[in-house]
């Protein structure tokens, strides 16, 4: 349910309804907008209507159900879209186009570093490298886990940027969380609830992939986990779904875009590289991306793609990287938005 407090609701009458809230059982989500304070009150769906008792405490306005089965997430309860702070001045959520760029894994610092260097000079924001691989063969590259974080760290610092990396088993979170800004959660891992469950208490903004199976209410469902959990710093990434078109990797779902934007307050980037697969399609659907209203993109990019330990054919060269925000800036300036 959500308690809709009166726009002149004291400090003291918004307490007494969370206090209330607590007795019943429910869990109470405050979210203070700029106008008014909404209480969502989450919990078993059941037995949600005595909460309409609230309707008589001071202060409060109404109490009405949430229609979609994910709550925190929906825009029922937040209308204002959500703005993720990263670090000072990089933001995702608001008139920034947030640009996150770098290779699929951490491979060596000096790979790291010139990654770094490169993608900051052509206009990126946030510094992405895979230190745990999720990868379909046990017998591929599996990431070089803590020293890959510290790599990671050490370019994005170089470079002046943070830095976001994956965090596959509930148990690496604290440590993953001491040296990067945003944690990743990967398609993969989308329905790993457990991992959900302790991420979302980690204060680091979380970046939540979309899964290749995962419809948009399971996808919202799953980011539900992680609101629930605590977190008020989800960022969301569409990054293509299965389907029987096998000429791209694989299909790229921009109409999430759009959907997302409107069932939910949270940010929506869009990564092209596993959307395509092949690094000539990148460029194109980025552009397509930011036309469609994407806050941001994801972009593997590799000193030398051919050599790369994984995801070679879908990074761009530093140079290829430089071409596509080049060739970027106007579709990003048409839709409103400043790098
Ligand atoms: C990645 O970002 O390198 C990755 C493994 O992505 P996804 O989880 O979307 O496949
Ligand atoms: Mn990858």
Known sequence: MIIVMGQGASPKEIRAAIARIKELGYTPHPIYGKERTVLG???DERGKFVLQSLESLPGVERVVPILKPYKLASREVKQERTVVRISPGVTVG?????????????ESEQQMIDTALAVKKAGAHLLRGGAWKPRTSPYAFQGLELKGVKILRKAGDRAGMPIVTEVMNPVDVETIAEYSDVLQVGARNVQNFALLK???????????????????????MSAEYLLSAGSRQVILCERGIRTFEDATRNTLDLSAVPVLRE???????????????VAAYVSPMARAAVAAGADGLMIEVHPTPEKALSDGPQSLTFEKFADMMATLKPFIAAAGRAL
């Open 198 to 220: 302790r991420i979302g208490k980690s204060r680091r903004p979380i970046l939540l992939k979309r899964g290749m199976m995962t419809t948009i209410t399971e996808y919202l």
């Open 94 to 106: 608001d008139r920034q186009l947030l640009v996150i760029a770098g290779p699929c894994s951490v």
């Open 41 to 43: 009150a989450i919990g």
């Open 263 to 277: 069932r939910t307050h949270l940010p929506v980037i869009v990564d092209p590289s596993h959307g395509t697969g």
